[in-house]
């Protein structure tokens, strides 16, 4: 039986489970989790919970609509709760879930190895810039 969404083997990891096509669970996730914006949301949130506003300061460069988008779209697939007190004016909690708990953990470690290796992807980028710009054009 395929689950809905199935787009391909998950007994070989392959990149080709991440097919482009409409209906591809696996591609959605990973476009969604791997932005940018919700990188630093749930980076934001791994401590404790903050309030809209909180977030938008602390999020250089996002604007309020990506922000609003972001956030819904994390709560819709569960890696992030929203709590409204009812309060005057209206207060709005955001908070991970358990979900966006293990996820976090996952960025974490991609973080870790990002700043393990940036001294190696400066030189890298360093040496392509110089033969790129010895290459005739």
């Known amino acids: ?7 391909g083997g998950t007994e070989d990891y392959s990149a080709r489970q991440w ?3 409409e209906g591809c669970e696996v591609r959605q996730i990973l476009d969604r989790v791997a ?3 919700s ?4 980076a ?3 401590r404790r919970g903050l309030r809209f506003t909180e977030l938008k300061r602390e999020i250089d460069g996002i604007s309020q609509r990506m922000l609003t988008v972001t956030l819904r779209q994390l709560e819709r697939d569960g890696l992030i ?8 004016p209206p207060r709005v909690d955001y908070a991970l879930t358990p979900l966006g708990e293990t996820l976090h953990a996952t960025i974490q470690s991609l973080v870790m190895w990002t700043e393990t290796h940036q001294d190696e992807i400066a030189a890298a ?3 392509y810039d110089q033969r790129a710009e010895l ?3």
């Open 39 to 42: 990188l630093l949301v749930i």
């Open 135 to 137: 290459a005739p054009a």
């Open 1 to 7: 039986m395929t689950a809905l969404g199935y787009c």
């Open 35 to 37: 932005d940018k914006w």
């Open 125 to 127: 980028r360093a040496d």
């Open 81 to 88: 709760s929203r709590t409204v007190h009812p309060v005057v």
């Open 19 to 21: 097919d482009g096509r």
């Open 44 to 46: 934001l949130l791994d």
